[in-house]
């Protein structure tokens, strides 16, 4: 590694199209997020998936959280883990 080309700042352009907007994610002690695994923004919604809690915490687009999924299996009102 070429010490002399590593900077401290990361260029995320080839990972964004046009914009990035960066959305604080509300901090209580029941939606506090161990391990992120995946994170997807649809429906104006923000779904995160925490590794530690095994739950799937989910925030509106200002970062407030709106519910938490936290039963895992093939049910009604559960979620697969794959």
């Not at 925490?50 to 739950?55: E, G, I, P, R």
């Amino acid at each position: 590694m070429d010490w002399n080309k590593v900077g401290d700042e990361l260029d995320y352009s080839s990972m964004v199209e046009d914009s990035v907007l960066v959305i604080s994610l509300e901090t209580r002690d029941d939606c506090l997020i161990g391990e992120m695994i995946k994170m997807v923004y649809q429906n104006n919604l923000i779904y995160v998936s925490d590794n530690v809690s095994k739950a799937i915490h989910v925030f509106d687009k200002t970062g407030k959280l709106v519910t938490r999924l936290q039963t895992v299996g093939n049910g009604f009102g559960e979620y697969p883990v794959s």
